[in-house]
Nanobody, 124 residues
Framework: QVQLVETGGGTVQPGGSLRLSCAASGLPFSGYMGWFRQVPGKEREFVSAINRSPGSTYYANSVKGRFTISRDNAKNTIDLQMISLKLEDTAVYYC??????????????????WGQGTQVTVSS
């Protein structure tokens, strides 16, 4: 059974930090793993992705320089370290994974497997 479980969401003030983690199980996840986010009434949008090897990382322009993605292939986990959080970062964040390689890492349609989502709220 394929399962992705996110942890680490919460509420922070603008300028604060949070770290999200995602533990994946059930498959090798040989392709990209990544993070997307969604606010009510909007499309789920790409945040960041990392490939299995050599661990190349990719970011949406809106988070570049503030978010850092990392991956532990042995444990099938990815983390998203978020700093300098802004009000507009408020969203439900979803972990996503590919069991085989699909180069379209920015497209939500390239990821067959998803977590349940974790809420990140940035509020003063």
């Amino acid at each position: 059974q394929v399962q992705l479980v996110e942890t680490g969401g919460g509420t922070v003030q603008p300028g604060g930090s949070l770290r999200l983690s995602c533990a994946a199980s059930g498959l090798p996840f040989s392709g990209y793993m990544g993070w997307f986010r969604q606010v009510p009434g909007k499309e789920r949008e790409f945040v960041s992705a990392i490939n299995r090897s050599p661990g190349s990382t990719y970011y949406a322009n809106s988070v570049k320089g503030r978010f850092t993605i990392s991956r532990d292939n042995a444990k099938n986990t990815i983390d998203l370290q978020m700093i300098s959080l802004k009000l507009e970062d408020t969203a439900v964040y979803y972990c996503a994974a590919q069991s085989s390689f699909n180069a379209a890492y920015m497209s939500k349609n390239a990821y067959p497997y998803w977590g349940q989502g974790t809420q990140v709220t940035v509020s003063s």
